[in-house]
């Protein structure tokens, strides 16, 4: 069983639309990450959400926190090709510090123009 | 400033065979993470290095090992290779432990075993 579930696996969508992905967990974490992961490239962080409930905006990107800690979704406005990407989300669930970070398999976001 | 390196990009290997991956961290990070993306997957936690020591391990067999230099560069070795070995190969350099220091991933070895 995977700790943290993405949905959708796959999602194509045309320029313009708007779009959410979700991260889903049975437990709860002191923070979740979402990183965005391009073909032939390592992920590269887009946010760190830390208290449950918490809204961060980065330009046309909408990170949510759940209250209970257990989930958060990425909302993505008027979605452009340039969002194309492997979105993953990821958290450490040991609590103990070190971030040695488990992965949900991702959402795989095609934005067609 | 350079990023996180590493080297090389693929490598075809037999499976039985041994292969070492290797990684430069970004200048003044002394964490390194190792992690495995199988295919359609999300990557998998292979173990840390702090400070030339091993700081925690994933579910992966011992026939994984790694090793954090004092230029704290690292290399991770894998003996005794099998198909599922096949992966990218991606390691996360940091400036310290925990969440306050973020990960950059360096863009990884593609590892095929035939």
């Known amino acids: 069983t995977q700790l943290l579930e993405q949905s959708p696996q796959f999602l194509s969508i045309q320029e313009g639309e708007n779009l959410t992905v979700y991260c889903n967990s049975s437990?709860?974490?002191?923070?979740l990450q979402w990183y965005r992961q391009e073909p032939g490239e390592g992920p590269v962080l887009l946010v760190t959400v830390v208290t449950g409930g918490e809204v961060k905006k980065l330009k046309r990107l909408t990170f949510q926190f759940g209250d209970a800690r257990k989930d958060s979704s990425l909302h993505i406005t008027a979605a452009q090709p340039g969002d194309t990407g492997l979105y993953l989300c990821a958290g450490d669930p040991s609590g103990a510090g070190s971030y040695q970070l488990t992965f949900g398999k991702g959402t795989k976001l095609s934005v067609i123009p | 400033e350079t990023g996180v390196t590493q080297s090389p990009t693929h490598l075809i290997k037999t499976r039985g065979q041994q292969v070492t991956l290797r990684c430069s961290s970004q200048?003044?990070?002394?964490?390194v993470s190792w992690y495995q993306q199988a295919l359609g997957q999300g990557p998998q936690f292979i173990f840390q290095?702090?400070?030339?020591?091993?700081?925690g391990r994933g579910n992966f067999p011992p026939r994984f090992s790694g090793l954090q230099f004092p230029n704290y560069s690292s290399e991770l070795n894998v003996n005794a290779l099998e198909l599922d070995d096949s992966a990218l190969y991606l390691c996360?350099?940091?400036?310290?432990?925990?969440?306050?220091?973020?990960?950059?991933f360096g863009p990884g070895t593609r590892l095929t075993v035939t």
């Open positions: 290095y702090y400070r030339e020591e091993e700081n």
């Open positions: 437990s709860v974490f002191s923070s």
């Open positions: 200048s003044g990070h002394n964490t």
């Open positions: 996360a350099s940091s400036l310290g432990l925990g969440q306050t220091y973020e990960q950059y």
